[in-house]
């Protein structure tokens, strides 16, 4: 299955900034971003619907802003005020449709952020 194309990790500061990017297009139901880290499990970080309608973990609110361009070609994730136990492997997604499951969803190939002193 083709990979959806994202970018943007690396290695920040506690209270830095990155600014995550992927690839969508067609029809959907969300998209977003889901984050692992090592011996951890896979978790939603934040996702947008086809209407706008944006949400995110508890963790991760009044920090990450999720949003699509005009033309919902691109999504992009604001990260701000960065803590240590955001560093993770981010994997972008879609999904299709709500009935579309988990292991249904289309991936991006994962963008390692580590937000270290």
């Known amino acids: 299955q083709v990979q959806l194309a994202e970018s943007g990790g690396g290695l920040v500061q506690p209270g830095g900034s990155l600014r995550l990017t992927c690839s969508v297009s067609g029809a959907l139901y969300s998209t977003g971003w889901y984050r692992q880290a090592p011996g951890k499990e896979r978790e939603l970080v934040a996702a947008?619907?086809?209407?706008?309608?944006?949400n995110y973990a508890n963790s991760v609110k009044g920090r990450f802003n999720i949003d699509r361009d005009n033309a919902e070609k691109t999504v992009y994730l604001e990260m701000n005020s960065l803590k240590p136990e955001d560093t993770g492997v981010y994997y972008c997604f879609i999904r299709r449709t709500f009935m579309t499951s988990l292991n249904e969803y289309e991936w991006g190939q994962g963008t390692q952020v580590t937000v270290s002193s």
């Open positions: 947008i619907t086809r209407n706008g309608f944006a």
